[in-house]
Protein backbone atom coordinates (compact mmCIF):
# COMPACT_ATOMS: atom_id res chain seq x y z
CA UNK A 1 0.00 0.00 0.00
CA UNK A 2 1.40 3.68 -0.75
CA UNK A 3 -0.29 6.65 -0.52
CA UNK A 4 2.30 9.45 -0.26
CA UNK A 5 1.51 12.43 1.80
CA UNK A 6 3.87 15.31 1.79
CA UNK A 7 4.66 17.42 4.87
CA UNK A 8 6.67 20.31 6.04
CA UNK A 9 6.24 22.92 3.85
CA UNK A 10 5.77 27.07 4.51
CA UNK A 11 6.74 30.09 3.58
CA UNK A 12 10.57 31.82 4.61
CA UNK A 13 12.32 34.10 3.28
CA UNK A 14 15.56 34.05 0.84
CA UNK A 15 18.39 32.43 3.01
CA UNK A 16 15.78 30.40 5.17
CA UNK A 17 15.97 26.93 5.73
CA UNK A 18 12.77 24.11 5.60
CA UNK A 19 12.39 20.53 6.03
CA UNK A 20 10.08 18.45 3.96
CA UNK A 21 8.68 15.20 4.85
CA UNK A 22 7.31 12.28 3.08
CA UNK A 23 5.63 9.27 4.38
CA UNK A 24 2.50 6.82 3.61
CA UNK A 25 4.75 3.55 2.33
CA UNK A 26 3.01 0.50 4.67
CA UNK A 27 5.47 -1.56 2.38
CA UNK A 28 8.27 -2.89 4.79
CA UNK A 29 9.31 -5.71 2.55
CA UNK A 30 10.56 -3.46 -0.11
CA UNK A 31 13.19 -0.42 -0.51
CA UNK A 32 11.24 2.19 -2.56
CA UNK A 33 13.79 4.35 -4.40
CA UNK A 34 12.55 7.76 -3.40
CA UNK A 35 12.67 11.58 -5.10
CA UNK A 36 11.60 14.84 -4.54
CA UNK A 37 9.95 17.00 -7.39
CA UNK A 38 8.63 20.43 -7.82
CA UNK A 39 6.66 22.51 -10.22
CA UNK A 40 5.99 26.39 -10.22
CA UNK A 41 3.38 27.84 -12.01
CA UNK A 42 3.61 28.06 -15.59
CA UNK A 43 6.79 25.76 -15.60
CA UNK A 44 7.58 21.81 -16.10
CA UNK A 45 7.68 19.43 -12.98
CA UNK A 46 11.36 19.51 -12.30
CA UNK A 47 13.43 16.93 -10.57
CA UNK A 48 15.41 17.93 -7.14
CA UNK A 49 16.74 14.52 -5.63
CA UNK A 50 16.24 11.01 -5.50
CA UNK A 51 17.68 8.41 -3.15
CA UNK A 52 17.69 4.96 -4.09
CA UNK A 53 17.54 1.94 -1.92
CA UNK A 54 21.39 2.03 -0.95
CA UNK A 55 21.37 5.43 0.02
CA UNK A 56 22.59 6.52 -3.19
CA UNK A 57 21.34 10.47 -3.25
CA UNK A 58 21.00 12.18 -7.15
CA UNK A 59 20.75 15.85 -6.79
CA UNK A 60 19.51 18.42 -9.48
CA UNK A 61 22.47 21.26 -10.60
CA UNK A 62 20.59 24.37 -9.01
CA UNK A 63 20.05 22.14 -5.45
CA UNK A 64 23.50 20.90 -5.08
CA UNK A 65 25.01 21.81 -1.57
CA UNK A 66 21.92 23.56 -0.33
CA UNK A 67 19.41 20.48 0.02
CA UNK A 68 19.67 17.37 1.23
CA UNK A 69 17.66 13.88 0.91
CA UNK A 70 17.74 11.49 3.18
CA UNK A 71 15.21 8.16 4.34
CA UNK A 72 14.60 6.18 7.73
CA UNK A 73 17.49 4.18 8.62
CA UNK A 74 15.04 1.59 9.97
CA UNK A 75 12.70 -1.26 8.67
CA UNK A 76 9.41 0.70 9.48
CA UNK A 77 11.14 4.28 8.01
CA UNK A 78 13.47 3.14 5.73
CA UNK A 79 10.61 4.00 3.07
CA UNK A 80 10.17 7.63 5.08
CA UNK A 81 11.88 10.42 2.79
CA UNK A 82 12.93 14.06 3.93
CA UNK A 83 14.48 17.11 1.85
CA UNK A 84 16.43 19.38 3.85
CA UNK A 85 16.31 22.66 1.95
CA UNK A 86 18.97 25.16 3.30
CA UNK A 87 19.79 28.80 1.76
CA UNK A 88 16.44 29.06 0.25
CA UNK A 89 16.52 31.14 -2.63
CA UNK A 90 12.79 32.80 -4.27
CA UNK A 91 13.67 30.37 -7.17
CA UNK A 92 13.39 27.30 -5.23
CA UNK A 93 9.80 28.44 -4.84
CA UNK A 94 6.98 25.64 -5.95
CA UNK A 95 4.97 22.82 -5.31
CA UNK A 96 7.01 20.07 -3.61
CA UNK A 97 6.45 15.99 -4.79
CA UNK A 98 7.34 13.12 -3.18
CA UNK A 99 7.41 10.20 -5.26
CA UNK A 100 8.24 6.28 -4.84
CA UNK A 101 8.83 3.72 -7.12
CA UNK A 102 10.32 0.09 -7.03
CA UNK A 103 12.76 1.15 -9.81
CA UNK A 104 14.99 3.92 -9.89
CA UNK A 105 15.21 7.03 -12.71
CA UNK A 106 17.15 9.77 -14.02
CA UNK A 107 15.87 12.57 -12.16
CA UNK A 108 14.15 13.94 -15.03
CA UNK A 109 13.45 10.99 -16.66
CA UNK A 110 11.27 10.15 -13.58
CA UNK A 111 9.88 13.69 -13.75
CA UNK A 112 8.74 13.30 -17.39
CA UNK A 113 7.07 9.87 -17.41
CA UNK A 114 5.88 10.05 -13.47
CA UNK A 115 5.95 6.82 -12.89
CA UNK A 116 5.46 5.20 -9.45
CA UNK A 117 3.30 6.95 -6.88
CA UNK A 118 2.93 10.08 -6.16
CA UNK A 119 2.13 12.52 -3.34
CA UNK A 120 -0.43 15.21 -3.91
CA UNK A 121 2.29 17.91 -2.94
CA UNK A 122 3.32 20.51 -0.56
CA UNK A 123 3.74 24.82 -1.12
CA UNK A 124 7.23 25.81 0.12
CA UNK A 125 7.63 30.20 -1.34
CA UNK A 126 10.80 32.02 -0.67
CA UNK A 127 10.22 35.24 -0.16
CA UNK A 128 13.01 38.28 -1.20
Known amino acids: QVDLVESGGGSVQTGGSLRLSCAGV????????MGWFRQAPGKEREGVAS??????????DSVKGRFTASRGNDKNTKNTLFLQMNSLKPEDTAMYYC???????????????????WGQGTQVTVSS
Open 99 to 117: AASIGCYALDTWASTRSGH
Open 26 to 33: TDTAATYC
Open 51 to 60: IDSNGVTTYA
